[in-house]
């Protein structure tokens, strides 16, 4: 199964983050799936701020003829990464997966080091404390894909101070097999993404480090 990724708050007039709908290659064949492909309902990671996302996604809907998203997945609770989760939540019945219980509408709260599957895809959860002590970082191991949220993953100097937790889960990535980071603001990291990752662990080691 071949995952696809497509950022609903590209070209977003407003200050917002990278909402990304994740599906699966509509070339595929029905047996391909285990079951129609045309009941293969969505995952998005983090929902942005921008309003235009639900106009995205009920586009999407007519497309395709059911509901476009089932699981909502927030790195952080940062209102530029919640602010339309209550409103997507009202629109259709999703289930939502957060590091923080305080967000409202959350139906799992995860911790890190857990595994799910979601339609045949492995989406597993790597808490990184540093942008915020709720941020999480998501990985999907068959695709090679990272979702990092806000969490700082290109360290280019020694010069920054960072807690030891921090340090810790960025070891955790940096063991991981990635070939294509999607960060929470900005565009893909789609080339050396291991190497980049070696070098900001060898950054992080020579700067100061709050045990």
């Known amino acids: 199964m071949h995952l696809i990724v497509r950022n609903l708050t590209e070209g977003s007039p407003i200050y917002t983050a990278n909402a990304y709908l994740c599906t699966i290659d509509t070339s595929l064949q029905k047996n391909d799936l285990g079951d129609s492909r045309d009941k293969w309902c969505g995952i998005l990671i983090d929902t942005g701020c921008d309003p235009r996302i639900v106009d995205e ?112 889960a960025f070891e955790t990535l940096v063991n991981l097999k990635i070939s294509k980071i999607y960060p929470g603001h900005g565009e893909p990291i789609t080339r050396e993404c291991n190497q980049v990752l070696d070098q900001s662990l060898r950054n992080l080691r020579k700067s100061r480090i709050l045990s």
């Open 57 to 168: 996604l009920k586009k999407i809907e007519r497309e395709i003829l059911h509901q476009p998203v089932c699981d909502v997945i927030l790195t952080h609770s940062h209102y530029d990464h919640t602010r339309m989760h209550s409103i997507i939540r009202e629109t259709w019945q999703v289930r939502t997966f957060a590091y923080s219980a305080y967000i409202d509408g959350i139906d799992q709260v995860i911790k890190g080091g857990e595994r799910i599957i979601i339609n045949g895809s492995v989406f597993e959860f790597i808490h990184v404390p540093g942008h915020s002590t709720d941020s999480l970082c998501v990985y999907c191991p068959k695709e090679e894909i990272l979702f990092s949220g806000d969490s700082p993953l290109t360290i280019w100097g020694t010069e920054g101070t960072y807690e030891l937790p921090f340090v810790r």
